[in-house]
């Protein structure tokens, strides 16, 4: 089995930046695939960013795009989201998920992993 554990959320203004972290334990080997979506309330959980084994490949979601950056450190098992630029509809709990296969899927359904979700708030 794989835990996953978020950290990094906080409160920022518009404008501003976080970095979240996603650590990963037990069979980690497994993970080919990383992925941060998030929710934010009444609406449904949505992709934000996947990364591949080597962290190569990547994939946004277009709003993120040229603002987000998702990494990987497979040495750490450490999976990170750096969010620059934040907006008021950015604000979400944010999830880390992992799946087994490779393909950069949009779909949480497609994840097997997922953590407990760190809260990112952004003021206007």
């Known amino acids: 089995q794989v835990q996953l554990v978020e950290s990094g959320g906080g409160l920022v203004q518009a404008g501003g930046s976080l970095r979240l972290s996603c650590a990963a334990s037990?069979?980690?080997?497994?993970?080919?695939?990383m992925g941060w979506f998030r929710q934010a309330p009444g609406k449904e959980r949505e992709f934000v960013a996947a990364?591949?084994?080597?962290?190569?490949?990547?994939r946004y979601e277009d709003s993120v795009k040229d603002r987000f950056t998702i990494s990987r450190e497979n040495g750490k098992n450490t999976m990170y989201l750096q969010m620059n630029s934040l907006k008021p509809e950015d604000a979400a709990v944010y999830y880390c998920a992992g799946r087994a296969p490779t393909g950069l899927l949009t779909r949480a359904s497609a994840y097997d992993f997922w953590g407990q979700g760190t809260q990112g708030a952004v003021s206007s």
């Open positions: 990364i591949g084994w080597s962290g190569d490949s990547t």
């Open positions: 037990g069979r980690t080997s497994s993970m080919f695939t």
